[in-house]
């Protein structure tokens, strides 16, 4: 990624928005409840708010202006009308998550079973993102969510999801009761339609109940299965580079069967290109997006997060509220197989870009006692092409933070785990007096692998969500602060 400028200014916003088109929130024909209404809830705001502050630095606002331009002065035949606005000022401001009840027209309408993988406790919220995308028909599974998609829509879903981790599109599924059957069903596969020996290749396996001996020697089957048929058609075998891979393919097995997916995303979703300082214990950018989902922060409202370490939730809530998509600066994997149409990606990404927001409405802050981690996040901010108003981060102490605004929201993923030590808990109680001494009115959520947190605070939760931070088993603990009725 270039580096930003150094001299920035905050922006102000030059165009009237329009009116909202195509509120997912609206279409809503069942009463929502739970997590699904705070998703939905939080979708509505994003997409209703028109925003008033600081935002995007000045050089991503000329790259959003040159990329309207292009769209302006080049309407060439693969664009598509439903992702494209940038000839209506009215539709260059509606929202960022446009909803399609149709699949984008394209030259090639192959439809293909898709899975978007997630962490854990995210599956809900990701299948309410994926249809508020378009993807009608999104079912939430394991770890992820199964839809239906034609090329067009799997680069879509890989440049707007902010909670997938990959998505994956289906090749080949078939029974699998030895290792020779995972060999045939790679070797039946026509690899060549994706990539040839000129790629280079990874293949993973994970499995559920599988009953095969040697999880590793699968996955050499399949991966001898693609080389097999590649140099049967192509006289040659890809190379395999575990590293930096040309093409990824996903074998998943379960007791019976064999699944074959091509990886579409290449390196991992949550990979959004701007993290380079880690901070002591950071947590991933699609975890921290669907922090947000689940409390239902509203992008308008005020966001406090008082151990922000290296900054991640707040970097997200300000791209959530900007409506910048998660993977608009970076690569994918789908790039780089065969036949990839750059001139479409291209305008699928200047209309993305086209409709990014400049201007930030509430104020986003973000506290840490450690004075590195507040440099990280600073950092981060950079990279992330923000402005340095956009969030302010600072050195402190959660104890003694003062609430930015009246009410809002604070989401925080405070100290816990192996890795940091939770020990105090005079801290807790400390913490737990400030907040209610000083955020009525506000929603705190908090997640931890200390389920007896709440007992700590003195705080009675009013839901908990369980998900997974990596291996470690997680509540996002959501408490309302008001004046009376919380004292457990
Ligand atoms: C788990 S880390 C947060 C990581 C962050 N979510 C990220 O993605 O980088 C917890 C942070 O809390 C900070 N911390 C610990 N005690 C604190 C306190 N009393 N006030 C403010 N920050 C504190 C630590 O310095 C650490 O950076």
Not at 332 to 350: C, I, Q, S
Request: aromatic share 6%.
């Amino acid at each position: 990624m270039t580096k930003p400028e150094k001299t920035r200014k905050t922006l102000t916003i030059s165009r009237r928005p329009g009116p909202v088109a195509d509120n997912p929130a609206t279409e809503q024909k069942r009463q929502r409840t739970g997590a699904r209404a705070r998703q939905v809830a939080q979708l509505q705001r994003e997409q209703g708010k028109r925003h008033t502050a600081q935002g995007l630095t000045d050089s991503r606002q000329r790259d959003i202006e040159s990329s309207a331009e292009i769209i302006h002065s080049d309407p060439g035949p693969s664009h598509d009308s439903a992702l494209h606005g940038g000839s209506n000022p009215d539709v260059a401001d509606a929202p960022r998550i446009r909803r399609q009840t149709r699949a984008p027209r394209t030259r090639n309408t192959e439809v293909f079973r898709m899975f978007a993988s997630c962490p854990q406790g995210l599956e809900e919220v990701l299948t309410i993102e994926l249809q508020a995308l378009g993807f009608d028909d999104a079912q939430a599974g394991r770890a992820g969510c199964h839809f239906h998609a034609d090329w067009t829509g799997m680069q879509r879903a890989n440049l707007y999801s902010r909670l997938a981790t990959r998505i994956l599109l289906q090749v080949a599924e078939g029974p699998a009761r030895s290792e020779d059957d995972i060999l045939e069903l790679a070797r039946s596969t026509p690899w060549e339609r994706w990539f040839g020996p000129e790629q280079s290749l990874r293949v993973d396996t994970s499995a559920i109940r599988s009953p095969m001996q040697s999880l590793q020697y699968c996955n050499l089957r399949a991966k001898d299965g693609i080389c097999d048929r590649l140099r049967d058609r192509e006289g040659a075998r890809p190379d395999i580079d575990t590293v930096r891979p040309d093409a990824r393919v996903h074998l998943f097995l379960t007791e019976d069967s064999a699944t074959l997916y091509l990886d579409t995303s290449g390196e991992s979703l949550f990979k959004r290109g701007w993290r380079l300082d880690k901070g002591e214990a950071p947590i991933r950018e699609n975890l921290a997006a669907g922090l947000l989902a689940l409390s239902g922060w509203d992008p308008a409202a005020a966001l406090l997060d008082p151990f922000c370490g290296s900054g991640t939730i707040l970097i997200e809530a300000a791209w959530i509220a900007l409506g910048v998509p998660a993977g608009i600066w970076r690569p994918f994997g789908f790039e780089r197989l065969r036949n990839h149409d750059a001139r479409h990606w291209r305008d699928l990404k200047d209309d993305a870009r086209a409709h990014i927001r400049t201007q930030l409405e509430s104020p986003l802050v973000g506290v840490d006692l450690d004075a590195q981690a507040i440099e990280a996040a600073k950092s981060n901010l950079e990279r992330a092409w923000l402005t340095p108003d956009s969030i302010r981060f600072e050195v402190g102490d959660a104890r003694n933070t003062a609430p930015p605004a009246d009410s809002g929201w604070i989401v925080t993923n405070p100290p816990y785990g192996q890795r940091l030590d939770t020990d105090d808990t005079d801290m807790w109680r400390a913490w737990s007096q400030a907040l209610k001494r000083d955020f009525t009115d506000w929603q705190v959520d908090i997640i931890t692998s200390d389920l007896s947190l709440p007992q700590k605070l003195r705080l009675k939760p009013l839901r908990r969500h369980p998900l997974y931070n990596g291996a470690l088993d997680c509540r996002l603990f959501s408490f309302e602060m008001v004046k009376a009725g919380y004292r457990s």
